[in-house]
């Protein structure tokens, strides 16, 4: 049976077994070529809807069961997860009606809550900052941070990065940058932050590995640290330095630093790979009446 074929069975022979391969399938086909990363996230989203609703059929869930699951489950969720979840099922939905897998789309008037603005919330003036990165454990864990500060990196594409990646220049280097999306962008670094880079140790393809190497022999993992491994160093970091922040809270500095900094927000958004200047354009009101110190520091 090919994809093109798909309808609702009645026949006593189709089996669970072949519903399941069925679904997958057709998951399979909406998330090709999708970042790894949005694909575990969505394909945890649609196998708990399934979950919950017994495992039934894709092509067979209606908009009653749909909000039945948002109003049972998804409800209970914070407003961000029930939002991405709410999104996944109707971008799944989009793709199988206008393939002409189902002829009615049930997700279709699902409602994406709305999201209250926390830039303001996540904001961290440079002493905070200082702070949290004099609380770093190791030389890694340090790099990492300030890394973080200085690029605004995603946390997935700072652990993605690896030696090859960087490419220095006479006045630092330049990142390239694996981001959101599978879109490449180029961040330059100063020759401060190239070289705390460089003198980490070099036993594996990664920048940061997820074993930390403290003596010359000891054997390295080869493997980099994973994007739940770096939020816990980070947010341990902020907790011994008496604050609450995440990767995400640094990537919010580095943004709103260079707002108050003057910089332009086109500059910006290239810079961290914002799809969209109105995105960029969210950090500029998070940092009026604020007052910060020198932007962007280095010690």
Request: glycine fraction near 6%; proline fraction near 4%; hydrophobic fraction near 40%.
């Amino acid at each position: 049976m090919t994809s093109t074929e798909l309808v609702p069975y009645t026949d006593a022979q189709y089996t669970i077994e072949e519903a399941t391969e069925t679904d997958s399938t057709l998951i399979d086909a909406w998330l090709h070529g999708v970042p790894a990363q949005t694909q575990r996230a969505y394909r945890r989203e649609i196998r708990d809807m399934q979950y919950f609703l017994g495992d039934k059929q894709l092509q067979d869930i209606t908009l009653l069961d749909l909000q039945q699951y948002d109003e049972v489950v998804l409800m209970r969720k914070a407003p961000a997860s029930r939002k991405r979840a709410i999104s996944a099922i109707k971008s799944l939905y989009k793709r199988l009606r206008q393939s002409g897998l189902i002829q009615v789309n049930p997700a279709e008037f699902l409602h994406l809550p709305k999201i209250k603005e926390t830039q303001a919330e996540r904001y961290l003036t440079t002493a905070q900052v200082d702070a949290i990165v004099a609380q770093a454990k190791n030389q890694r864990d340090r790099a990492m941070l300030n890394l973080f500060y200085q690029t605004g990196m995603r946390v997935s594409e700072v652990v993605a990065l690896t030696w090859k990646d960087i490419l220095p220049t006479a006045t630092g280097a330049t990142l390239v940058v694996y981001g959101k999306g599978g879109k490449t962008r180029y961040v330059a670094i100063d020759e401060l932050m190239r070289d705390e880079l460089l003198s980490l140790p070099h036993t594996a393809d990664c920048v940061f590995p997820s074993g930390w190497i403290q003596n010359e022999g000891d054997k390295p993992t080869g493997k980099p640290i994973t994007t739940t491994q770096a939020q816990r160093i980070v947010v341990a970091a902020a907790e011994r330095a008496g604050i609450d922040a995440s990767p995400h809270f640094f990537r919010h500095a580095h943004i709103s630093h260079l707002f108050e900094a003057g910089v332009n927000a086109v500059e910006i958004r290239d810079e961290v790979g914002h799809a969209s200047i109105a995105t960029t354009n969210k950090y500029a009101y998070s940092v009026g009446g604020k007052a910060l110190g020198s932007v962007l520091r280095r010690k």
